[in-house]
């Protein structure tokens, strides 16, 4: 059963980086597209950054020159690097993947279930 885990969250002061993992495991499986996306307390959920299987990136406006997103296909894995945090990046991190679970022959889209990023001021 394919599972995708999020880690790297933390507590960090304002100014300082964090670099987020999304892992799939479970199965053979490959990784396709996967985005990276946030949700404050009371705010709505935002698309933070984007991966394509060919690794084009896009990324919101509020991150753009700040975060990275970079993946490593032999680990299965996606990365979110994040630099100059502000206290308004504080959110619970998760990521949504497309994957290819070989064993099963088809391609489904999974969630994490987020890691929690904290930046003081």
């Known amino acids: 059963q394919v599972q995708v885990v999020e880690s790297g969250g933390g507590l960090v002061q304002a100014g300082g980086s964090l670099r987020l993992s999304c892992a799939a495991s479970g199965s053979t499986l490959a990784m396709y597209a996967v985005d990276w996306y946030r949700r404050a307390p009371g705010k709505q959920r935002e698309l933070v950054a984007s991966?394509?299987?060919?690794?084009?990136?896009k990324y919101a406006d509020s991150v753009k020159g700040r975060f990275t997103i970079s993946r490593d296909n032999a680990k299965n894995t996606v990365y979110l690097q994040m630099n100059s945090l502000k206290p308004e990046d504080t959110a619970l991190y998760y990521c949504?993947?497309?994957?290819?679970?070989?064993?099963?022959?088809?391609?489904?889209?999974?969630w994490g279930q987020g890691t929690q990023v904290t930046v003081s001021s």
């Open positions: 949504f993947a497309a994957i290819f679970d070989y064993q099963l022959g088809y391609l489904d889209d999974y």
């Open positions: 991966i394509s299987t060919g690794s084009s990136t």
